[in-house]
């Protein structure tokens, strides 16, 4: 085996995705029970600790708490990365994603003592899947099939630039999308926070562009899944094509059910238990949809390296033999 690929360390990697996952939907319940201000003081909850977990207390400090643990993990992930031989790309990686983990952290705080200003809501909900990119990334690039190419992703970013893979270049269109979608849909959930002729413009203008980025979105992700079905001969791609396929219809009746909760005017004054895991659904299921897209660029940008090494073939029609 390639002495880049350390089984422990790619196994801890998954652990601090898995970690990360489950931080994004703390945070979202959050959110989704209007529990931001539960906790009126940062760093410490009701100055201590370890406040009574009763209440919104339950969500935002249980949401400190994953926080801080996935922090935890991130630096032991940077330490583990520099105690064994790893590509230099792979360790500056982890530690843009130690300083991404930080900055959420400052930022959480921010939002808090500033009671939930909406550009700092905004920016902390959208760097927030961008760290879980980040950890799935270096998740994905210590496993064995990357152990052996010290510049997969140098020689991927070459071949997009220069036009000459369609099949990565559509990978990527997606993925940005995707994200570019998340930003949307947490400018909607944040923005409720404000008041004002100027909040209500905001928030429309903000619910509208999301309506129109998923119907463009899911035009992309069906054109995207139709070319990789026909193109692409790797089963393991494929796979993921045939789940984002599946989380993108469970997304758009999440979506259409988010937006219900959101006219509903009950769900103003309290939270329905509905709404709320409805909501908590919605992002949970565009946060997957965003990072199964991501695997598929990674995957994409391996073969790419692969394919000019010389370690596999040409990438041919589905159905066609190799």
């Known amino acids: 085996m390639d002495s880049q690929y350390h089984k422990g360390l790619h196994y801890f990697a998954l652990v601090t995705a898995g970690a990360t996952f489950l931080l994004l939907i703390a945070g979202a319940l959050v959110t989704s029970n209007d529990a931001g201000l539960s906790v009126p003081d940062w760093p410490l909850s009701h100055g201590q600790w ?131 979608q998340h930003v949307l849909g947490a400018t909607v959930r944040h923005s409720g926070t404000v008041n004002g002729t100027k909040a209500a413009v905001l928030v429309t203008s903000a619910l509208i562009a999301h309506l129109v980025g998923a119907f463009a979105v899911t035009g992309l992700i069906l054109f995207v899944a139709r070319v990789f079905i026909k193109r692409i001969h790797d089963r393991s791609i494929l796979r993921l094509v045939y789940l984002q396929l599946s989380l ?31 909501t908590t659904s919605h992002l949970t299921v565009g946060v997957l949809l965003l990072v199964t897209s991501l695997v598929v660029t990674l995957k994409l940008m391996n073969n790419v390296a692969l394919r000019d090494r010389g370690l596999v073939p040409e990438p041919t029609l589905a159905g066609q033999t190799v």
């Open 50 to 180: 370890m406040p009574e977990m009763v209440g919104g207390v339950f969500y935002e400090h249980g949401h400190r708490m994953v926080a801080t643990t996935v922090g935890l993990l991130t630096i032991v992930l940077n330490i583990w990365l520099w105690k064994v031989p790893s590509y230099p790309w792979v360790r500056a990686l982890g530690l843009v994603a130690l300083g991404a983990v930080i900055t959420q952290g400052v930022l959480g705080g921010v939002t808090v003592l500033f009671f939930l200003p909406t550009p700092i809501s905004v920016l902390h909900a959208s760097l927030a899947p961008l760290f879980f990119c980040m950890v799935v990334t270096l998740a994905v690039v210590t496993s064995p099939d990357w152990a052996h190419l010290s510049r997969s992703f140098r020689d991927g970013w070459r071949k997009v630039l220069k036009g000459a893979d369609w099949d990565l270049k559509l990978a990527i269109l997606t993925t940005m999308a995707l994200y570019f």
């Open 248 to 278: 993108l219809c469970a997304q758009l009746l999440l979506g259409w059910g988010a937006y219900l909760v959101r006219i509903d005017p009950a769900t103003q004054v309290q939270p329905s238990v509905s709404g709320v895991w409805i």
